[in-house]
């Protein structure tokens, strides 16, 4: 099991002491933040668990080692030809949308279809899937999204369940996540926007 450290909106020397500390991978969401700060932070896998812009893929994919927030193929497109003009091999994650409350991410039912195609494009290699769970009191609802995540992943191929964060990473695990991603709980709260 892996924990990403999800480091947006906290300052670079407080990822850099939980680094130094014995974390392994970061995660962050905003490509203008990681520009500015990843600089300065050594020694960690990193993730970009974002929106993802096409014509913003030549920049994630200099700054990052993994892209989990690949959710149509236009997506891939982009990263596949930046990898490429960089000589890069870049992991990526299929993100599925299993929540009400989530705007991005593809249907479970496209993802693996999704997930031939991104096999197709050169110097991408498909890890597994990634979702966010549902915001929701009721604990079957969250249980529920993460089992349909998890059935998704031999469609996809790869053997990341990246599933599960502050609130909800419990029930993750238990559904088999592989990666939960772990902002406030590991770092606190974060800066104001
Ligand atoms: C912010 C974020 C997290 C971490 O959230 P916490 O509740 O602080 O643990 C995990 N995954 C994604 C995609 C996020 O945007």
Known sequence: MAIVG?????????VQA???AGLREIGENYLQEAREKLPAIVGARRHFIGHLQTN????????????????????????????VAAGKELEVLVQLNISPTERFGCDPAEAG???EALRGLP????GGV????????????????????????PQVGGTTLSLGMSAD???ALRAGSTMIRIGTAIFGPREAP
């Open 6 to 14: 999800v480091s947006k909106r906290q300052p670079a020397a407080v």
């Open 18 to 20: 939980a680094i130094d």
């Open 56 to 83: 913003k893929a030549k920049a994630v994919v200099e700054l990052f080692d993994v892209v989990q927030s690949v959710d149509r193929r236009e997506a891939g497109v982009a990263l596949s030809r930046a990898a």
């Open 113 to 115: 279809r999704l997930a």
């Open 123 to 126: 110097n991408l290699r498909v």
């Open 130 to 153: 990634m979702a966010l769970g549902p915001i929701s009191d009721d604990r079957s609802v969250v249980e529920r999204a993460f089992a349909r995540a998890a059935a998704v992943l």
């Open 169 to 171: 990473w419990r029930i």
